[in-house]
């Protein structure tokens, strides 16, 4: 009685059953069969899996765009810089400060290869008090630390009437101006005081200040007027510049 066993005759239960090589298995070797085809269930399944991931991605592409585009229309850390955009901010919170008459803007300045500076002339009316001409000028130092940014730094000049004051983001030293600016014009002969910066520019460093005072005084008293404002001035701003200008009217 001749048993068949495995990979004799014909198959019986309980032993291994040889596996059918397909054509792709038969030519290029086992493991090459070719892979079952999906059913429409998991078609539909793969289908709507790439739909979701193109719309996340298409998504994702669109916040990019737009922080991007918005970023280049108000500046990038100074690569896109909107000065006369700041001018117009500045004159804007400027003009709606209570005693200010008239904001005149200058021409920007371009300092470096995405940087500027810009200023303006604000002329505040002469019959406001010391109190309320101290507030504007916080107030525009105020203006000009909101406006400053991205590649422009805002700087503006008050025309308090008998004394200017050169206005910056740095309430500190703006407010020293002012100080100094009232404590010269106490000295005797003294009609006006300016109290800014240089023609080299705006600038918050006490060497780069420049403070002019009007006086009819001649000779000796024009020296003795000129060597105590200097005195002041550099017990304020070491190094500042002090020089003389008769009076405009």
């Given at each position: ?9 014909g ?23 070719s892979?079952p085809?999906?059913n429409?269930?998991?078609?539909v399944?793969?289908?709507a899996?790439?739909?979701v ?25 100074g ?19 209570s ?35 101290t507030a ?21 000049v ?25 404590q010269?014009?106490?000295i ?8 800014s ?13 420049a ?39």
């Amino acid at each position: 009685m001749t048993i068949d066993g495995p990979g004799q005759g014909g198959a019986r239960p309980g032993w291994p059953q040889p596996v059918e090589a397909d054509d792709l298995d038969r030519a290029f070797g086992p493991g090459t069969a070719s892979v079952p085809v999906r059913n429409p269930r998991q078609r539909v399944r793969r289908s709507a899996l790439v739909v979701v991931g193109v719309i996340l991605v298409a998504g994702v592409l669109a916040v990019v765009l737009v922080t991007i585009i918005g970023s280049v229309q108000n500046g990038v850390g100074g690569v896109f810089p909107r000065p006369e955009a700041a001018l117009n901010r500045f004159g804007d919170s400027a003009k709606s400060l209570s005693g200010v008459e008239r904001v005149t803007d200058s021409k920007p300045t371009k300092t470096s290869f995405a940087s500027y500076d810009v200023e303006s002339r604000v002329e505040v009316s002469p019959t406001l008090s010391d109190d309320e001409r101290t507030a504007v000028v916080d107030a525009l130092s105020s203006a000009a630390d909101d406006t400053s940014g991205n590649g422009v730094r805002v700087f503006a000049v008050a025309d308090l009437g008998a004394l200017e004051v050169g206005v910056s983001a740095d309430t500190k030293v703006t407010e020293q101006r002012l100080a100094l600016a009232r404590q010269l014009d106490a000295i005797g002969g003294v009609s006006g005081v300016r109290c800014s910066w240089s023609d080299a520019g705006p600038s918050d460093e006490p060497a780069a200040q420049a403070v002019t005072v009007e006086t009819r005084g001649t000779g000796a008293v024009l020296g003795a007027i000129v060597g105590k404002a200097t005195q002041e001035a550099r017990a304020v701003f070491p190094g500042a510049t002090v020089t003389s200008a008769a009076p405009s009217s």
